[in-house]
Nanobody, 121 residues
Framework: QGQLVESGGGLVQAGGSLRLSCAASGRTFSAYAMGWFRQILGKERESVAAISWNGDSTYYADSAKGRFTISRDSTKNTVYLQMNSLKPEDTAVYYC??????????????WGKGTQVTVSS
C-alpha cells in the first residue's frame, strides 16, 4: 500500500519562499505522475502543479506559473514544490498526490495528509 508524506510547510511572509517535499513509500511510483493540490477549508481543491512519471512534462495552474517549480527525484521517490514570491492567497493546506497514467487530480490513486502553508501580509 502506497503512502505519501508531505513536509516543509509553515508560516512565511509575503514575498518569501518555501520548499515542500513529498516522500512516497510502500510501493514503486516510478511509473506514476505526481503533483500537488491545495485546499482551503470550505472551498474546492485547486490543482497547483504536476509532473509526469519521467519528469519530462510539467503542469502549472495559472496561479502558480512563474512562481512555483515542481520537480521529482525518482531515486528518492520524492517530489518537490519550490514556491517563491508567495502571496497571502497561497495560504492553504497543500497535498501531494500520485496517479498512474495521468496527472489529473481526479481519480488520483494516493494522496498525503497535507502540510499547512500560511503566508502573512
Amino acid at each position: 500500500q502506497g503512502q505519501l508524506v508531505e513536509s516543509g510547510g509553515g508560516l512565511v511572509q509575503a514575498g518569501g519562499s518555501l520548499r515542500l517535499s513529498c516522500a512516497a513509500s510502500g510501493r514503486t511510483f516510478s511509473a506514476y505522475a505526481m503533483g500537488w493540490f491545495r485546499q482551503i477549508l470550505g472551498k474546492e481543491r485547486e490543482s497547483v502543479a504536476a509532473i509526469s512519471w519521467n519528469g519530462d512534462s510539467t503542469y502549472y495552474a495559472d496561479s502558480a506559473k512563474g512562481r512555483f517549480t515542481i520537480s521529482r527525484d525518482s531515486t528518492k521517490n520524492t517530489v518537490y514544490l519550490q514556491m517563491n514570491s508567495l502571496k497571502p492567497e497561497d495560504t492553504a493546506v497543500y497535498y501531494c498526490y500520485t496517479r498512474y497514467g495521468s496527472w489529473a487530480v481526479e481519480g488520483m490513486d494516493y494522496w498525503g495528509k497535507g502540510t499547512q502553508v500560511t503566508v502573512s501580509s
